[in-house]
C-alpha cells in the first residue's frame, strides 16, 4: 500500500525558513515524479512545485519560484519541500503527492504551514 | 498559465439524481502523444485530494462506475449518474499538460 506521509509544518515569523518532508513508502520511491500541492485554509487546491525521478529536473509555481526549493533523497525515500522568505500567503496545508503520468495518484495527509507575526 | 475555469461553483443535488460538472481550459490539453493531460479529483470533507478521473476519461482504481468523464480539447465534463450521499465534497479539474500545473477553482457538492 502506497503511503505518504507529511511532516515538518509549524507556526513561524515572516521572513523564516521551514523545510518540509515526505515519507514514502509502499512503491518504488526512486522511480516516480512527485509534487506539492497547497491549499490555503478554505481554499482551493494549488500546485507548488514537481521534481524528476532522480531530482536533476525541477519546476515552481510563480508565487514560489526563488523562495522554494524541492528536493528528495532516493536512499531515504524522502521528498522535501525547502521554503525561504516565507509570507502570510505562504499560509497551508502542504501535500506531498506521487505522481504517474502526469497525474497524482496518491496523496499524504498534509502538513500545516502557518506564517504570522 | 493555462487558466482552468469550473462550473458551477456550488451543486446541491437529491440523492439518485444525475450530477455534472463543467471544466474548460484555456488552451487545448491535447499532447502530441495523443493523450488528453486533464484529471479531476475529489476531495471529501476532513481528508486530501483522491484522484477520480485521468487522461480525460478514465477511472482511477475504486472509483464507482456512475463517474465518467468525457471532453476533449478545451472543454471537459464529469458527471455522476445516481448521486450517493458519500459524494460530497469539492471536485476540481487539474491540467497536466505543462508546469505550472493548475487546478480549477474547485466545485462544491452538497446533499439535498
Known amino acids: 500500500e502506497v503511503q505518504l506521509v507529511e511532516s515538518g509544518g509549524e507556526l513561524l515569523q515572516p521572513g523564516g525558513s521551514l523545510r518540509l518532508s515526505c515519507t514514502a513508502s509502499?512503491?518504488?520511491?526512486?522511480?516516480?515524479?512527485m509534487h506539492w500541492v497547497r491549499q490555503a485554509p478554505g481554499k482551493g487546491l494549488v500546485w507548488v512545485s514537481r521534481?524528476?525521478?532522480?531530482?536533476?529536473?525541477?519546476s515552481y509555481a510563480d508565487s514560489v519560484k526563488g523562495r522554494f526549493t524541492i528536493s528528495r533523497d532516493n536512499a531515504e525515500n524522502t521528498l522535501y519541500l525547502q521554503m525561504n522568505s516565507l509570507r502570510a500567503e505562504d499560509t497551508a496545508v502542504y501535500y506531498c503527492?506521487?505522481?504517474?503520468?502526469?497525474?497524482?495518484?496518491?496523496w499524504g495527509q498534509g502538513t500545516l504551514v502557518t506564517v504570522s507575526s | 498559465d493555462i487558466v482552468m475555469t469550473q462550473s458551477p461553483l456550488s451543486l446541491s443535488v437529491t440523492p439518485g439524481e444525475p450530477a455534472s460538472i463543467s471544466c474548460r481550459s484555456s488552451?487545448?490539453?491535447?499532447?502530441?502523444?495523443?493523450?488528453?493531460?486533464f484529471d479531476w479529483y475529489l476531495q471529501k470533507p476532513g481528508q486530501s485530494p483522491q484522484l477520480l478521473i485521468y487522461?480525460?476519461?478514465n477511472r482511477a482504481s475504486g472509483v464507482p462506475d456512475r463517474f465518467s468523464g468525457s471532453g476533449s480539447g478545451t472543454d471537459f465534463t464529469l458527471k455522476i449518474d445516481r448521486v450517493e450521499a458519500e459524494d460530497v465534497g469539492v471536485y476540481y479539474c487539474?491540467?497536466?499538460?505543462?508546469?505550472?500545473?493548475?487546478f480549477g477553482q474547485g466545485t462544491r457538492l452538497e446533499i439535498k
Open positions: 503527492a506521487k505522481d504517474l503520468s502526469g497525474r497524482q495518484d496518491n
Open positions: 509502499g512503491f518504488t520511491f526512486s522511480t516516480y515524479w
Open positions: 521534481i524528476n525521478e532522480d531530482g536533476s529536473v525541477t
Open positions: 488552451q487545448s490539453l491535447l499532447q502530441s502523444s495523443g493523450y488528453t493531460r
Open positions: 487522461l480525460g476519461f
Open positions: 487539474m491540467q497536466a499538460l505543462e508546469p505550472p500545473y493548475t
